[in-house]
C-alpha cells in the first residue's frame, strides 16, 4: 500500500509541476515579462517544484533528515544517473560557457553546502546565504543571457508557451496554475507521509528513503527530459539541465526545507554524513569530465552509473549496520577524494597533448587554477575536521601554504597569521613570568 501511495504521491507531483509550469508561464507573459525572465524564473521554478515541495513538506514535518536525503540524493542522482545514463545513449555535448561559469558555480555551491552541514545541522542563517547565493546567481545568468540571442537556454526557449490573448485563457492559465499548486501540494504530502511509512515498514531510516527512492523519484523529470534529448540528438541539452536543476536544489529546496523545520530538528542523521562528501565529489568530477574533449564520452557515462551503483550499495550497507559499509562510512573523506583525485589524474593524463602545446601564460594560468582548487580543498577539509581542533588546524594551515606557493595574497595572509600566532606566544611566555632557577 505504502508503494501505491508512494507511485500515487509522485503522479501528482509531475503532473502539478507540468500544470504550474504551463499556465504561470501564460500569465508572466501575459503580465508584459519577457520570455527570457519568465524562462529562467517561472519555467525553472516549476521544472524543480517536486523536490522543492517534497521537501519543504518533509520540513514542516520535522523530518528534516527526508527532506536533506531528498536534495542530496537527488543532486548524486542527477550527475551519476541522469548524466550517464544520457551519455550512454550517445555522447553528450558540453558548452563552453557551461564550463566556465555554471560548473563553477555548482561546485562552490556544494562545498558550501557541504561546510554549512559539516556540524550536522542547517542554520537560518546558513539557509539565507544559500537563498542569497542563488539570487546573485539569477541576476547574473539574467545578465549574461541577455548579451546575445544566442545565450538562452534551449529548454526555456521550447518550454516558455505563447501568452494567452483573451480573457478565457488568462482564466484558464490561472485555473491551471492553481491548480498546479495543489496537486503539488497534495502530492508532497502524499509522498512524504508514504516515504516515512515506507521507511518504517522496511525497518530503515528516512534518510535512506530521502536519498534512493524520494530522489530518485523526484528526479524522474530531468532523466526523462535528459535520456529523450539524447536519443533525438539534442546533445547540448542534458548537462545544462542537470547543473540548473542541481544549483536550484542546494541553493533553494535545503535553504527553503531548513527555514521552516521546526527549531533544532534542521539536523542530519549519522547515516546521512556519507552523503555530503559524495555530492560534492559528484559536483567536483564534472569539470574534468566535461574539459576532456568538450563531451560525455559513453565510457564516462559507464564510469557515472559505476559510481552511482557503488554509492547505492555503500549508503545501504550503512543504513544496515553492516561492519564494511560503517568502515568506508568511517574512511569516507579519503575515500571519496581518492576516486576525486583519479578521475582529475586521468583527465590531465587525456589532456597532456594538448598541455604541452600551450603557451607559458596558459599554462601558468592552468597551474593557478590547479593549486587554487588544491588549497581550498585541503582548507575545507581541515574545516570539515575542526571537532577536533589539532588535525583541523594543521589542515588548514597546509592549504594555505599551498596556496601561498602560487598566490601573493595567500603568502601576505600566512605571514599575518604567523607574526600573529608569533605575538600570542610572546604574550604567553609573559603572562608566565620569568622562568625560577
Known amino acids: 500500500m505504502d508503494w501505491i501511495l508512494l507511485a500515487l504521491g509522485l503522479t501528482l507531483l509531475l503532473a502539478g509541476a507540468e500544470m504550474l509550469v504551463r499556465g504561470a508561464s501564460r500569465l508572466a507573459l501575459a503580465a508584459g515579462l519577457s520570455p527570457l525572465v519568465t524562462g529562467l524564473t517561472v519555467v525553472a521554478l516549476g521544472t524543480s517544484a517536486p523536490e522543492l515541495f517534497v521537501s519543504v ?71 539565507a546565504l544559500l537563498l542569497a547565493g542563488m539570487a546573485v546567481y539569477t541576476l547574473t545568468l539574467l545578465r549574461r543571457s541577455t548579451q546575445g540571442p544566442g545565450s538562452l537556454p534551449e529548454l526555456i526557449q521550447q518550454t516558455a508557451p505563447p501568452p494567452p490573448r483573451e480573457a478565457k485563457g488568462l482564466a484558464l492559465a490561472g485555473l491551471m496554475a492553481t491548480g498546479g499548486v495543489a496537486l503539488l501540494g497534495l502530492g508532497a504530502s502524499t509522498f512524504v507521509d508514504a516515504a516515512a511509512a515506507l521507511a518504517a515498514g522496511m525497518g530503515v531510516s528516512e534518510a535512506l528513503i530521502g536519498s534512493t ?29 542537470v547543473v540548473g536543476s542541481n544549483l536550484f536544489n542546494l541553493l533553494v529546496v535545503l535553504a527553503a526545507a531548513g527555514l521552516v523545520s521546526p527549531a533544532g530538528t534542521a539536523a542530519l542523521p549519522p547515516q546521512a554524513t556519507f552523503d555530503l562528501p559524495v555530492m560534492a565529489a559528484a559536483a567536483l568530477l564534472c569539470l574534468p569530465v566535461f574539459v576532456t574533449g568538450a563531451t560525455i564520452s559513453r565510457g564516462e557515462g559507464l564510469l557515472f552509473v559505476a559510481y552511482f551503483a557503488a554509492y547505492l550499495a555503500v549508503r545501504v550497507a550503512i543504513d544496515l549496520g553492516l561492519g564494511w559499509g560503517l ?17 582529475y589524474a586521468v583527465a590531465l593524463w587525456r589532456c597532456r ?11 601558468r594560468a592552468l597551474r593557478r587554477v590547479v593549486v587554487l582548487a588544491a588549497g581550498l580543498v585541503v582548507i575545507l577539509a581541515g574545516a570539515v575536521m575542526l571537532v577536533t581542533p589539532g588535525p583541523g588546524l594543521a589542515a588548514i594551515a597546509l592549504g594555505l601554504v599551498i596556496l601561498a606557493s602560487e598566490f601573493p595574497w595567500a603568502r601576505a595572509l600566512l605571514e599575518r597569521l604567523k607574526a600573529r600566532f608569533a605575538g600570542l606566544a610572546e604574550q604567553l611566555r609573559a603572562r608566565k613570568g620569568p622562568r625560577r632557577p
Not at 80 to 107: K, Q, T, Y
Not at 327 to 343: D, E, H, I, K, N
Not at 353 to 363: A, E, K, Q
Request: glycine share 10%.
Open 213 to 241: 527512492v524520494a530522489a530518485a523519484g523526484t528526479s524522474l523529470p530531468e532523466l526523462a527530459t535528459s535520456a529523450l534529448a539524447a536519443f533525438r540528438g539534442e546533445r547540448d541539452l542534458a548537462v545544462g539541465n
Open 327 to 343: 568502515a568506508v562510512q568511517a574512511r569516507a573523506l579519503p575515500v571519496v577524494l581518492s576516486a576525486t583525485g583519479l578521475v
Open 57 to 127: 513538506g518533509a520540513g514542516l514535518e520535522g523530518r528534516f533528515a527526508l527532506a536533506a536525503g531528498n536534495v542530496l540524493g537527488s543532486n548524486i542522482f542527477n550527475v551519476f544517473c541522469v548524466l550517464g545514463v544520457s551519455a550512454l545513449i550517445a555522447p553528450l555535448a558540453v558548452e563552453r560557457e557551461v564550463v566556465r561559469f555554471d560548473v563553477p558555480v555548482m561546485i562552490a555551491a556544494s562545498l558550501a553546502c557541504w561546510l554549512a552541514l559539516a556540524d550536522d545541522a542547517l542554520a537560518p542563517w546558513e539557509c
Open 353 to 363: 597533448g594538448s598541455l604541452c602545446g600551450l603557451g607559458d601564460d596558459t599554462r
